[in-house]
């Protein structure tokens, strides 16, 4: 593999669209409608605060959005907030002394955020192509319950394919996600456009579709039930033929039931558990607090990335114009538009037909709904209609996961270059000028992240029931893995404690870059009160308010408490392992750890 041996540069390349589009690709609302409506719904009695927690990250984001515009204009270069961490505090009069610790600091917490979001995309992608493969072959796979280790296999192999890309140069991704972001945002219009209007077509109480999740088909008529014993236990079961396709419920002519729909919000259980809205208001509203900001944990997933395009200002033309235009471009258009429609229309699609509790024992609830409008609207060929879109939802998951790399790459090559880590990191391809060594070596991180958060994707309250586990195709591919529902409830969600590792990892880069972005401007002659003072500091106080809410929110009776818990120790882990490799190798080098120049 060839690799400089002197001096490599990046070249700049990348105009304000290149730059936009690949911010937008690790947004990509295409892929993430798909990827995190379950692990949202999974939280427990939140759910109906799905939409206002979405609203509550996009307003945090926005913030450090400003924050990181305000601070590429500065001083712009690879390497991100890592580099602004070290520019901010070197042109400090006062705290200059201290621009090599916080640059760690930033660097070193950003990996928390950078090295394990990739495995987060690898790890759902292997789950979208085992409901898929489900879906075209319902006798070998579960479409709504994959195999583990299919999804495993896909997720490894999806992870180097993509760095493969990444390792081929910045100039072929841009183009990638140019192309991405126009099909995924098309499809996305269509899907919510569907979904609002079957709502509206299928007032309470008329005949509509209910959707079942073995065959994996929406049906007009009410489900025949007989009870049968699973497990020594007497269980109403669904009646179906050879082929598992559930029987209609006859009258006293013989002929099928009709379904009536209704959108009832709770169940008659105790306690009751949210099945629907039952109107548009309900979608939008806050319905409680402490909900909004259990939501919000988890929909920073879907919003982070706008910060990317701050790491390609080495590979910018214009970075002081275009990078910052770029940040806020890419947020407002996929966060305030994309993401806020498309929630909504899917939220506001539930109904008894496809209730949330559907929705947190599916792999893929998004496509459950594509199938259903895709049969009302389409004559019966709602599969075929949810298969055109996987296939955007697909290469909209190559861009993220791209994009991403990308982003995560750069960042450890900047800080290779400085040999905060291994130099052999900041390291340049000869031919491609991508930081290779990066690229790959976070392959296989993600790989290995990807199959962690595999292992229990149905753990905690997404547990199947055990009738649901007897029906699944047997094989190694398709069933091993799975254990029983009372194994599987005791244990954590393992997507989901991957996905909240991440994500307080960028609740914590966040943070730290309002933080930054206040030094930037102390005493400097373009200082404003409200962008660089105001703004950071709702930043800081909206990510601080996310983070806490990981420790306090669970004893309160609210969100789920393994999960949240288990990714705060990966974090401690991580920030411990940081600081005792800071120390050993500033001590191997003979640097201090405090800088003694500013030259």
Same mark, same amino acid.
């Given at each position: !593999?060839?690799?400089?041996?002197?001096e490599?540069?990046m070249?700049p390349?990348?105009?304000?669209?290149?730059?936009?589009?690949?911010?937008?690709?690790?947004i990509?609302p295409?892929a993430?409608?798909?990827?995190t409506?379950?692990?949202?719904?999974?939280?427990?009695?939140?759910?109906?605060?799905?939409?206002?927690?979405?609203?509550?990250?996009?307003?945090?984001?926005?913030?450090?959005?400003?924050?990181?515009?305000? !601070?590429?204009?500065?001083?712009?270069g690879?390497?991100s907030?890592?580099y602004?961490?070290?520019?901010?505090f070197?042109?400090?009069?006062?705290?200059?002394k201290?621009?090599?610790?916080?640059?760690?600091?930033?660097?070193?917490?950003?990996h928390?955020?950078?090295?394990? &979001?990739?495995?987060?995309?690898?790890?759902?992608?292997?789950?979208?192509?085992?409901?898929?493969?489900?879906?075209?072959?319902?006798?070998?796979?579960?479409?709504?319950?994959?195999?583990?280790?299919? !999804?495993?296999?896909?997720?490894?192999?999806?992870?180097?394919?993509?760095?493969?890309i990444?390792?081929?140069?910045v100039t072929?991704?841009?183009?990638?996600?140019v192309?991405?972001?126009?099909?995924?945002?098309?499809?996305l219009i269509?899907f919510?456009? !569907?979904?609002?209007?079957?709502?509206?077509?299928?007032?309470?109480?008329?005949?509509?579709?209910?959707?079942?999740?073995?065959?994996?088909?929406?049906?007009?008529?009410?489900?025949?039930?007989?009870?049968?014993?699973?497990?020594g236990?007497?269980?109403?079961?669904?009646?179906?033929?050879?082929?598992?396709?559930?029987?209609?419920?006859?009258?006293?002519?013989?002929?099928p039931?009709?379904?009536?729909v209704n959108?009832?919000m709770?169940?008659?259980?105790?306690?009751?558990?949210?099945?629907?809205?039952?109107?548009?208001?309900s979608v939008?509203?806050?319905?409680?607090?402490?909900?909004?900001?259990?939501?919000?944990?988890?929909?920073?997933?879907?919003?982070?990335?706008?910060?990317?395009?701050?790491?390609?200002?080495?590979e910018?033309k214009?970075?002081?114009?275009?990078?910052?235009?770029?940040?806020?471009?890419?947020l407002?258009?996929?966060?305030?538009?994309?993401y806020?429609?498309? &929630?909504?229309?899917?939220?506001?699609?539930?109904?008894?037909?496809?209730?949330?509790?559907?929705a947190t024992?599916s792999a893929?609830?998004?496509?459950?709904?594509?199938?259903?409008?895709?049969?009302?609207?389409f004559?019966?060929?709602?599969?075929?209609?949810?298969l055109?879109?996987?296939?955007t939802?697909?290469?909209?998951?190559?861009?993220?996961?791209?994009?991403?790399?990308?982003?995560?790459?750069r960042?450890?090559?900047?800080?290779?270059?400085?040999?905060?880590?291994?130099?052999?990191?900041g390291m340049l391809?000869e031919?491609?000028?991508?930081?290779?060594?990066?690229?790959?070596?976070?392959a296989?991180?993600?790989?290995?992240?990807?199959?962690l958060?595999?292992?229990?994707?149905?753990g905690?309250?997404?547990?199947?029931?055990?009738?649901?586990i007897?029906?699944?195709?047997q094989?190694?591919?398709?069933?091993?893995?799975?254990?029983?529902?009372d194994?599987?409830?005791?244990?954590?969600?393992?997507?989901?404690?991957?996905?909240?590792?991440?994500n307080?990892g960028?609740?914590l880069?966040?943070m730290?870059s309002?933080?930054?972005?206040?030094?930037?401007?102390?005493?400097?002659?373009?200082?404003s009160?409200?962008?660089?003072?105001?703004i950071?500091?709702?930043?800081?106080?909206?990510n601080?308010?996310?983070?806490?809410?990981?420790?306090?929110?669970?004893?309160?009776?609210y969100?789920?408490?393994?999960?949240?818990?288990?990714?705060?120790?990966?974090?401690?882990?991580?920030?411990?392992?940081?600081?005792?490799?800071?120390?050993?190798?500033?001590?191997v080098?003979?640097?201090?750890?405090?800088?003694?120049?500013?030259?």
């Amino acid at each position: !593999m060839a690799e400089n041996t002197g001096e490599v540069k990046m070249t700049p390349t990348l105009g304000l669209t290149g730059l936009t589009m690949n911010a937008m690709a690790l947004i990509a609302p295409g892929a993430f409608l798909w990827l995190t409506f379950a692990p949202q719904a999974v939280e427990g009695a939140t759910a109906p605060s799905m939409w206002i927690g979405i609203l509550f990250a996009l307003l945090l984001c926005l913030a450090t959005a400003v924050c990181y515009a305000e !601070m590429a204009k500065l001083y712009p270069g690879t390497g991100s907030s890592y580099y602004f961490a070290e520019q901010s505090f070197l042109n400090h009069d006062k705290a200059w002394k201290y621009a090599r610790l916080m640059k760690f600091i930033v660097g070193w917490g950003s990996h928390l955020y950078y090295w394990i &979001y990739p495995g987060v995309m690898v790890a759902v992608t292997g789950v979208f192509c085992g409901y898929i493969t489900g879906t075209l072959w319902p006798n070998f796979m579960s479409a709504s319950n994959p195999g583990p280790m299919f !999804m495993m296999l896909i997720a490894i192999l999806f992870s180097f394919a993509v760095a493969y890309i990444a390792h081929r140069g910045v100039t072929g991704s841009t183009a990638v996600s140019v192309a991405i972001n126009v099909i995924q945002i098309s499809a996305l219009i269509v899907f919510a456009a !569907m979904a609002i209007s079957y709502r509206v077509s299928h007032p309470p109480g008329s005949e509509a579709w209910q959707f079942d999740s073995v065959s994996g088909e929406g049906y007009k008529y009410e489900f025949a039930r007989t009870s049968q014993t699973v497990d020594g236990k007497a269980t109403d079961v669904i009646t179906r033929d050879a082929a598992m396709v559930p029987q209609p419920k006859l009258d006293a002519a013989g002929k099928p039931v009709p379904y009536h729909v209704n959108y009832d919000m709770y169940d008659t259980s105790t306690p009751p558990v949210f099945q629907a809205h039952p109107n548009a208001t309900s979608v939008i509203a806050i319905h409680n607090f402490n909900w909004m900001f259990v939501q919000a944990t988890v929909a920073i997933l879907i919003l982070v990335g706008f910060e990317s395009v701050t790491a390609l200002g080495g590979e910018a033309k214009n970075a002081k114009r275009d990078v910052p235009i770029a940040v806020i471009t890419s947020l407002l258009v996929q966060g305030a538009f994309c993401y806020l429609f498309e &929630y909504f229309a899917a939220n506001y699609f539930l109904s008894s037909g496809y209730p949330m509790t559907s929705a947190t024992s599916s792999a893929a609830p998004i496509g459950d709904m594509m199938i259903m409008v895709g049969d009302a609207l389409f004559a019966g060929h709602g599969r075929a209609f949810m298969l055109i879109e996987a296939v955007t939802v697909f290469l909209a998951l190559i861009g993220t996961t791209l994009s991403c790399i990308n982003t995560g790459a750069r960042v450890t090559y900047a800080m290779g270059k400085d040999n905060e880590v291994p130099e052999h990191f900041g390291m340049l391809h000869e031919k491609n000028l991508s930081p290779h060594r990066a690229i790959w070596a976070l392959a296989v991180i993600s790989a290995i992240f990807g199959c962690l958060a595999l292992l229990m994707l149905f753990g905690d309250g997404g547990a199947m029931q055990d009738a649901t586990i007897k029906a699944l195709p047997q094989g190694f591919w398709s069933s091993f893995g799975y254990a029983s529902h009372d194994t599987m409830a005791k244990m954590p969600n393992s997507l989901l404690t991957i996905t909240l590792a991440s994500n307080f990892g960028t609740f914590l880069l966040y943070m730290l870059s309002c933080v930054t972005c206040i030094f930037c401007y102390q005493g400097h002659p373009n200082f404003s009160f409200l962008k660089h003072m105001l703004i950071p500091i709702f930043g800081i106080v909206a990510n601080l308010i996310c983070m806490g809410a990981y420790i306090v929110l669970p004893f309160m009776g609210y969100g789920t408490k393994m999960e949240p818990f288990l990714a705060l120790g990966i974090a401690a882990v991580w920030a411990i392992y940081g600081g005792i490799y800071f120390l050993r190798s500033s001590k191997v080098a003979g640097r201090s750890t405090l800088v003694t120049s500013r030259t």
